[in-house]
């Protein structure tokens, strides 16, 4: 395999590209954050299964001249686990809902001409790119989707040029466990294979059991770092909060891309197995989460007032800028999701202001700091025992939570201060995600391209 050398210092400042999922559940709320300019970017990830009831949202986000990328959650659909959720809406989903999409279904000239169906979407609605069909490469009931989404591309990108979608760009995404990315003979089958194909930017999902503790957080660095022997900007999809800022700051992805509520991580437990049946009995939809980055942990709505009802834990948690918080944490309970975006936007401004070259020493001399401290003197807070009752939170195991992050942060702290050498004697940055790929506004039936 043909090693190709990074981009050596391309850049003083080179940005990190930041792709907002709009969700399958909270898309409205996150387009009113970006029609408001609250959210800042100007790159946008829709699902498929929820395009359709998209349009005015598009029309909003092409207004601001915006990227717009179209996943067609086909990951999701093959998913045994997966195919019977909100994937399930997606126009090209089988029509016997629970079903998963079968591998000849994305073999050329099948019947349900998938990719021309996502092709003529991606035209309808004039998105800027289309992610790749792909799959989870370690499907315990298929070993073969890595030739079937290496031709996918292909056929995709035949399919739009046929439809009058010539302008639409591809970006490919592979999904597999972390594990598979750090082998080396799934690196020398892979790479090479990805080398002929029409894309501009590979995405990658990493499947995780665990959070990104030391041990997973220095194989995930050290591998991205190999990835980028293919050659492309790389875009690490389903990732943020802390996660998502060390990847950045260690110069070994080109862009990272999340929803807010949603679409933040990429597990595959349990997907080789049918989909649990949901008890009538428990109220549906996820807790509201809300990120603490001064921590680098999110607590639901009700954890997060307990742990405000402690002396101190206001200054120690919260940012102190009264234009976002101008009345404190009732400006959280009342919006978690715009404090979410500022959180987060925050933090990639943040990286974005350091020369590309410095982002790793700076990360972790000085932004893991600043998490070690504030796990330390969260782990010291007293939250009140009645508040805990009342908001029906186990105030046991939330201090014991943050007692253990403590001393986990330190660990964390330390394994960043080696990868920051590491990357730093490599003197490499990673190569730019291009301009932005302006997407085509809808004509007024919202029907042509």
Request: charged fraction near 25%; hydrophobic fraction near 40%.
């Amino acid at each position: 395999m043909s090693v190709i050398a990074f981009p050596k210092q391309a850049s003083v400042f080179q940005p990190v590209a930041h792709y907002i999922r709009l969700g399958e559940t909270s898309y409205r709320k996150v387009a009113e954050l970006a029609a408001a300019g609250v959210i800042k970017s100007k790159r946008f990830v829709v699902d498929g299964s929820k395009i359709g009831f998209q349009k005015d949202i598009i029309q909003v986000l092409q207004g601001l001249g915006a990227e717009i990328v179209l996943d067609p959650r086909t990951i999701e659909l093959s998913a045994r686990r997966k195919c019977a959720g909100l994937a399930a809406s997606a126009p090209w989903a089988p029509e016997t809902r629970g079903l998963p999409l079968a591998p000849d279904v994305f073999r050329g000239r099948h019947p349900t001409d998938i990719y021309g169906a996502i092709a003529r979407c991606a035209v309808k609605h004039g998105v800027s790119a289309v992610l790749s069909p792909s799959h989870y490469l370690a499907d315990p009931g298929f070993e073969g989707w890595q030739a079937i989404d290496h031709d996918a591309c292909l056929l995709l990108r035949r399919a739009l040029d046929s439809e009058g979608g010539k302008s639409i760009a591809i970006d490919y995404l592979v999904a597999a466990r972390l594990t598979d990315f750090m082998d080396e003979s799934f690196q020398s089958k892979m790479m090479p294979n990805l080398s002929d194909l029409p894309y501009d930017n590979l995405w990658v999902r990493a499947s995780m059991s665990k959070a990104l503790g030391p041990v997973n957080a220095q194989r995930l660095v050290r591998t991205l770092s190999r990835w980028h022997n293919i050659g492309k900007p790389i875009v690490m999809d389903y990732m943020g909060g802390l996660s998502a800022e060390s990847l950045a700051a260690m110069n070994v992805v080109s862009g990272i891309a999340h929803g807010f509520g949603e679409q933040t991580s990429f597990t595959t437990t349990k997907w080789a197995e049918p989909p649990e049946e949901r008890d009538k009995d428990k109220p549906g939809g996820r807790a509201t989460r809300i990120g603490v980055s001064s921590l680098g942990c999110t607590f639901t709505s009700a954890e997060l007032d307990v742990l405000m009802s402690a002396h101190g834990a206001k200054s120690a948690l919260l940012p102190n800028d009264r234009t976002v918080l101008a009345n404190g944490v009732e400006d959280i309970r009342r919006d978690p999701r715009k404090f979410n975006v500022y959180d987060a936007q925050r933090r990639m401004d943040e990286i974005n202001a350091i020369p590309t070259v410095n982002r790793p020493d700076h990360f972790a001399d000085k932004r893991m700091r600043e998490v070690v401290a504030t796990a330390n003197k969260a782990a010291k807070l007293n939250p009140k025992a009645e508040i805990a009752e009342a908001k029906n939170v186990d105030l046991a195991k939330l201090r014991a939570r943050l007692v253990k992050f403590s001393t986990s942060s330190e660990k964390l702290r330390g394994t960043y201060e080696n990868l920051a050498q590491e990357r730093t004697e490599q003197g490499a940055t990673v190569r730019a995600i291009g301009d932005l790929r302006r997407s085509t506004p809808l004509n007024q039936t919202g029907t042509e391209r």
